[in-house]
């Protein structure tokens, strides 16, 4: 049902439990520029303000309990005077934006966690005080080791000893069309969690024995980059009727001609690009140390390019922000990550993968004769055997460069 624009929303109700915080929702709103949804997410909050007062609740009382109550007890059987919005997903965005507001505001209580959620946050912080890993080997190996802990204890208090090596060996080889690389990653998140419980005094090394090692010949496969033509269409993949095309084509040429990540790129700022020596800072990520880079003229252009025509306004100081609600707030790597894919569907091409453009950097390095401490630089790798995987060549390869026999019949 479609909120008729001529209908008044009984927003000055003061009976309504939500009254007093329905001008500061609807602030927040205009501050994300939520405008296209705003009036339905009012709606759905005033509804939900009515249905607290029937109930007995007080705006302190809320929590996902008593929002899950609203979402599957009462919108199903809603007889409230009409209209009101009775989508399950809209009112479910809705009362998830007022929960968030009313957080900060400090109206109700943020969650406490459960044991598991403070296990992996103590986990986190070890991973980050002790290895030093990135955020985003972080992210992944905490969503594995929570499925880890929920499979094995539930909502019950976490007892490594109980868990049984035959366990661990099923969860890391998962299903059988997981790939050895898949295994390869559940393995070593299990692996760096054990090694924390082993630093808390637990004796777990039965259980690390337990881990799987699939085989793994590294130097099988050769690192795949674009050639250059393939590189110029993906450039000029960007052109004015892709939405967004400006910053689509911004983050493309930070990630093939400075080689960033996603995450490096999502995490740049305006105070990281220094235009009068011509230099950006890319901040500790990864390598766990900052490094600073000459900045291409192409790669420069294209940013300013998209700072001065098509970047919202906002005082955010990222250099990449949303251009869809909340506007102006920093992108994440996903968004980087689509800007690209987006570009290899426009193409008809079937990549799917962003670390290419990595690789693509890499080989016109060796290309150019670049020595290979400039490459590792270049590339933010913390030892040259890393970038020295791009040296290797394949037999097809070798083939097309290949001198006649001596004493061949042509």
């Not at 209580?109 to 403070?118: K, L, N, V, W």
């Not at 500790?284 to 001065?308: N, S």
Request: glycine share 6%.
């Amino acid at each position: 049902m479609h909120l008729p624009s001529h209908f008044q929303l009984r927003t000055a109700d003061p009976a309504n439990v939500l009254a007093s915080f329905l001008c500061s929702y609807n602030e927040y709103f205009e501050v994300a520029r939520y405008r296209s949804k705003q009036r339905r997410y009012l709606a759905s909050v005033v509804h939900f303000g009515q249905w607290l007062r029937a109930e007995g609740y007080a705006a302190t009382s809320i929590s996902e309990a008593v929002i899950v109550r609203f979402l599957s007890c009462h919108l199903p059987r809603c007889d409230c005077q009409r209209p009101v919005p009775l989508g399950l997903i809209e009112n479910r965005a809705a009362l998830n934006h007022l929960v968030r507001l009313l957080r900060t505001q400090g109206i109700v209580a943020r969650p406490t966690g459960d044991e598991i959620t403070r296990e992996l946050a103590h986990f986190d912080t070890k991973m980050t005080e002790v290895w030093g890993l990135s955020e985003g080997t972080r992210d992944h190996r905490i969503r594995i080791i929570r499925r880890l802990l929920k499979a094995q204890f539930g909502s019950r208090s976490i007892e490594i000893s109980l868990i049984t090596p035959t366990a661990i060996r099923r969860f890391v080889l998962g299903d059988v069309d997981w790939s050895p690389s898949t295994v390869r990653v559940m393995g070593g998140a299990v692996r760096c969690y054990f090694r924390y419980r082993e630093l808390l005094g637990d004796d777990i090394a039965h259980l690390l024995q337990a881990v799987p090692r699939p085989a793994y010949w590294r130097d099988t496969i050769l690192p795949v980059g674009l050639s250059p033509d393939e590189l110029e269409q993906l450039f000029g993949a960007f052109d004015a009727a892709c939405r967004s095309h400006r910053r689509g084509y911004a983050i493309v040429r930070c990630l093939a001609d400075l080689g960033l990540r996603s995450s490096e790129v999502a995490k740049l700022t305006l105070d990281d690009i220094d235009w009068q020596a011509g230099t950006v800072t890319i901040a500790a990520g990864k390598a766990r140390r900052a490094d600073v880079l000459p900045l291409p003229t192409a790669t420069g252009a294209a940013i300013v390019d998209y700072l001065m025509h098509e970047r919202p306004k906002t005082m955010c100081r990222a250099v990449f922000v949303r251009h869809v609600a909340p506007l102006g707030e920093p992108v994440g790597r996903r968004v980087v990550q689509k800007a690209l894919h987006a570009a290899y569907r426009r193409l008809g091409w079937d990549r799917t993968r962003v670390h290419i453009l990595r690789h693509t950097l890499a080989s016109r390095l060796i290309n150019a004769g670049t020595p290979m401490k400039q490459i590792a630089d270049v590339l933010r790798h913390r030892s040259i055997v890393t970038s020295a995987t791009y040296t290797r060549v394949d037999a097809s390869r070798l083939s097309t460069v290949a001198l006649p026999w001596p004493g061949d019949v042509a």
